[in-house]
């Protein structure tokens, strides 16, 4: 599943946190938006909501303990800033998911296009539906690790879809 914008350079360019608090939703994207790096222009507060607006209108769980946050529309203008942050909550939180399973894991993804977002979307998605991706992301891997593997499936993706 190729993606347009590279996964692993989102999270290079995003972070990877741990120990993000939270007893709900709420709570773990208060935290989640305050330990992220932000492009500038872009308000914590302003993010804040229009996250929570988004959730308000359906979980952004996709199951196995991973969420996808992100604000409805896009709030950057420039593809340099894009940004893929992701957080390891320090509890689980329930989240709606249709698996019914906590939350442990968030991919924040801030785009500046819906032709990225969609692709991120997707590229996320793609890979939680693979149980040895998530049972790496169990393991809470350095950021280094996980943009190793992501550029390594990455360059697999590329390479099929030469075939």
Known sequence: ????????????????????????????????????????????????????????????????????????????????????????????VAYNALDRKPVSILFLILSSDAKSHLATLAAISHLCQGQDFLDFLAKRPSKTELVERLTAVEEAWAKAAED
């Open 1 to 92: 599943m190729p993606s347009v914008v590279s996964l692993a350079e989102l999270i290079e360019r995003g972070g990877v946190y741990y120990n993000i608090a939270g007893a709900n939703p709420v709570e773990a994207l208060n935290e989640a938006t305050k330990a992220m790096s932000l492009p500038k222009g872009l308000d914590r507060e302003s993010l804040l909501t229009a996250i929570l607006e988004r959730e308000a209108l359906m979980p952004t769980a996709l199951g196995h303990g991973v969420a996808i946050p992100h604000p409805r529309n896009s709030m950057l203008t420039d593809s340099e800033s894009q940004r893929v942050a992701v957080f390891f909550l320090k509890t689980p």
